[in-house]
């Protein structure tokens, strides 16, 4: 049984704490630690049992009986909060991003080295079961040579300015999982970044210097070229879809729904809307990328998603940034 440290107790590390509990049956969450920890925050956590709530997070470092920390909290204590952890000698579920700063995950990286420690980064949306399918049809040549990628990654609602201006923008908040899924269904890098971007939702999102809509475009190192659309706001729910192309065939899903149910009569032809929040859609993909870091810290394997696929994704979402700047292409070997 590995025992389990979560550090913050916000959204994020609420859903992880509901994904050890209710899905992960060969792990268990002894301590919580949140610096803003409150009395309806601590009742939520005690009411999954877990035995110990606390404000200081060294308390899980220090502690012998934990085997592994997840990092949920801000940011900007990502890297910093992981390097300590690292030097604890726990294993380290680090949710995105691993830091907006690629120096500072160079650091994390350096204070790996020469260790046996798992580290694993949290995107969670390699472990879907649509996006998975899609994989696996590529890994297995049903497809062919992969030529096209399509992703669509649309929210149902804007955040707030305020969020907006503390999230690193767009490209590392919300399209840094569709950098990291174009890597992972095609099992290949990204050479060159460019970007379209507007601000066409909220007028408040371009104040805070982010923009809310983006067409972005990728040349793959494969050959294969990939195109993401984004928006901060899908007026009928949460729009999560993707496709790949190939030289044999080619790949898509749609958005999971209440039900597939059609209904076709004199009125027209109606189905159900996507599921309307990123809960809905990923609780099974949390609860499965959790599995699967608790699985190699037990049998002593590799994570699926590692320190280097958390700086890739970065470093592309740092070059689409620099494309809206300075309105070019640019190139991953320009990033460092």
């Not at 694993?120 to 079961?129: C, E, K, L, T, Y």
């Not at 969020?163 to 890098?189: C, K, N, Q, W």
């Not at 699985?295 to 002593?300: K, R, W």
């Not at 070059?319 to 292409?329: G, I, L, N, T």
């Amino acid at each position: 049984m590995v025992k389990v440290g979560i550090i913050g107790a916000g959204r994020i590390g609420k859903v992880h704490l509901q994904s050890i509990c209710n899905y992960v049956r060969n792990a268990t969450v002894k301590t919580v630690a949140d610096p803003y920890m409150n009395e309806e925050t601590e009742g939520f956590i005690r009411s999954f049992g877990v035995e110990n709530v606390t404000k200081d997070y060294h308390e899980i470092l220090n502690d012998p009986e934990i085997d592994a920390v997840l990092v949920c909290s801000s940011t900007d204590t990502h890297a910093p909060i992981s390097i300590e952890a690292i030097a604890a000698g726990k294993h380290v579920f680090c949710e995105k991003p691993v830091d907006h700063d690629i120096e500072k995950i160079k650091q994390v990286m350096k204070a790996l080295e020469g260790k046996k420690i798992k580290f694993q980064v949290g995107f969670n949306r390699r472990f879907d079961h649509n996006f998975e399918a899609i994989r696996a049809a590529v890994k297995e040549g049903r497809i062919g040579q992969p030529h096209i990628i399509k992703i669509t990654s649309r929210d149902p609602e804007p955040p707030s300015a305020d969020y907006v201006a503390h999230s690193g923008g767009m490209f590392l908040d919300m399209t840094i999982h569709d950098f990291d899924m174009a890597r992972y269904l095609v099992g290949s890098d990204v050479e060159e970044v460019y970007v379209q971007s507007a601000v066409l939702v909220d007028p408040a999102i371009g104040e805070a210097g982010d923009v809310d809509t983006a067409i972005i475009t990728l040349k793959m190192a494969n050959g294969a070229l990939c195109v993401i659309d984004n928006s901060r706001r899908a007026a009928y729910g949460y729009d999560q879809r993707a496709e790949v192309f190939g030289s044999e065939g080619m790949i898509a899903t749609a958005n999971d729904a209440n039900s597939t149910a059609v209904l076709s009569n004199a009125q027209g032809v109606t189905g159900e809307k996507p599921l309307y929040f990123f809960l809905e859609r990923y609780m099974q993909s949390f609860a499965k990328e959790m599995a699967c870091f608790i699985d190699a810290v037990e049998q002593d394997a590799e994570t699926p998603v590692d320190v280097i696929d958390g700086l890739q994704a970065v470093r592309i979402g740092v070059a689409a940034k620099k494309s809206v700047d300075e309105k070019r292409p640019v190139a991953l070997s320009e990033i460092d």
